[in-house]
């Protein structure tokens, strides 16, 4: 129920989705448990929005996300109702922090502005902190996959 509208919800507003299966089979092994998926759905238990979250050491941390386009046009606060059930979810398991993972720091355009007015809304604080990132060049089979998923 998370993998199929995450990877429909992203195509439909154009955000690249990477190859699923490998990480799909990483999260579901989940052992011990430290990814959890939630849905928001309507009365016709059609898909509204799809969230996924880690959890380690009392840290949630946001690692994707997606909405209906159906929900977006008519408006429908999907993600932030999902986003409250989550926080009271997972404070009940043990979580003490949530991390909305990450903004702009210098947002530029108005995707970037509206993302960093949702995180705020939410009473947290923004901290910096540095990160290293290790790229590897890609083989071709690796740009066949994304290519043509």
Request: glycine share 6%.
């Amino acid at each position: 129920y998370f993998f199929e509208p995450y990877r429909r919800f992203s195509t439909a507003f154009d955000r690249g989705t990477v190859p699923w299966r490998n990480t799909e089979v990483t999260w579901l092994e989940n052992s011990p448990p430290r990814y959890a998926f939630y849905r928001a759905y309507n009365n016709q238990n059609e898909t509204l929005a799809v969230l996924g979250v880690h959890t380690y050491n009392g840290t949630s941390t946001e690692i994707s996300s997606a909405m209906s386009p159906e929900a977006f046009e008519m408006k429908i606060p999907a993600q932030d109702i999902l986003h409250w059930e989550i926080f009271r979810d997972l404070q009940k398991r043990g979580s003490h922090t949530f991390d909305l993972a990450g903004v702009d720091p210098d947002p530029e355009n108005r995707k970037a502005q509206g993302i960093r007015r949702f995180k705020k809304k939410w009473g947290g604080r923004y901290i910096e902190f540095n990160r290293f990132e290790k790229t590897y060049a890609q083989s071709l089979a690796v740009k066949l996959m994304a290519a043509i998923s």
